[in-house]
């Protein structure tokens, strides 16, 4: 089982160093995608990549929003899936480059995994630093998706997540990856696709960053949920061409 980890980057030059650096060493595989940052960001990942081997860099041509940029993660993995470059059972890991995750505790997630015998662990934050309005605002979109996916969910929006490979293409033929609509589209999809879906591995938050709550959420868990019974716009991931381009690779991968 390989250990892939996945980071959509938006504007983040002053902690995306901090993040990719004990990655580099805890995965067997680190995929960063560009969201048509406007600071240096793409150009400090593509000079830090340089010293690895196993690092690939995407890169979208403008801002489409973080589910696009994860999109274009899961379109590139699916692909070397089909290739047959990747195993069915290697584990997805996301996590936001904005320095709120402590990456040591990605082993432990993995342990969980397979100790639970799970398809998608989906982390559940310790929220002692967040304001009182966004603990509230969390809660609200955790019911909602909760009432749409038919599962339990405890903290809808962490991006802190892992994921079999073999998730992502089933996934990909109903997600949107509309703006930032990817917690809830990965968090309803999998669940209701029938994968294997836990959602109670302790994280602690080692900042909070205050963000703009987005209107784009609401609607997304009914989306998602109507699109799976009715398949009226099921898409193969073949008819979604990748925007995103390759702009860092490596033989060895």
């Known amino acids: 089982m390989r250990k892939i980890a996945l980071i959509p980057v938006f504007n983040e030059e002053t902690t995306l160093l901090s993040v990719l650096e004990p990655l580099s060493t805890l995965v067997d595989v680190l995929i960063v995608v560009d969201d048509g ?9 593509e000079s830090w990549s340089r010293r690895w ?4 860099i995407l890169c979208l041509p403008e801002n489409r929003g973080m589910s696009s940029a994860l999109r274009e993660g899961f379109l590139y993995l699916a692909a070397r899936l ?7 059972e290697d584990l997805v890991l996301t996590l936001d480059a904005d320095g709120q995750h402590d990456a040591r505790e990605i082993l432990a997630l993995c342990e969980h995994v397979e100790r639970e015998g799970l398809d998608v662990a989906l982390t ?6 967040y304001p009182v309005h966004k603990r509230l605002g969390n809660s609200l979109m955790t ?12 903290d809808v929006e962490s991006g802190f997540r892992a994921m079999r490979l073999k998730v992502i293409p089933p996934v990909l033929d109903y ?9 809830q589209e990965i968090a309803i999809l999998s669940a209701r696709l029938g994968f294997r879906v836990a959602n109670d591995f302790h994280t602690v938050i080692q900042l909070y960053r205050s ?7 609401s609607s997304m868990p009914f989306s998602a949920f109507g699109r799976l019974p009715a398949g009226r716009v099921r898409r193969k991931v073949g008819d979604r061409p990748p925007v995103a381009r390759l702009v860092v690779t490596s033989d060895s991968l």
């Open 37 to 45: 940052s406007r600071d240096r960001s793409l150009e400090l990942a």
């Open 53 to 56: 081997r196993h690092v690939r």
């Open 175 to 183: 997600y949107t990856g509309f703006r930032y609509s990817c917690a």
């Open 143 to 154: 019911l909602w998706a909760r009432v749409w996916s038919g599962f339990p969910y405890s």
């Open 82 to 88: 089909s290739a047959g470059d990747f195993d069915s």
């Open 211 to 217: 963000q703009r709550q987005r209107a784009t959420f």
């Open 124 to 129: 559940r934050r310790d929220f002692s630093l």
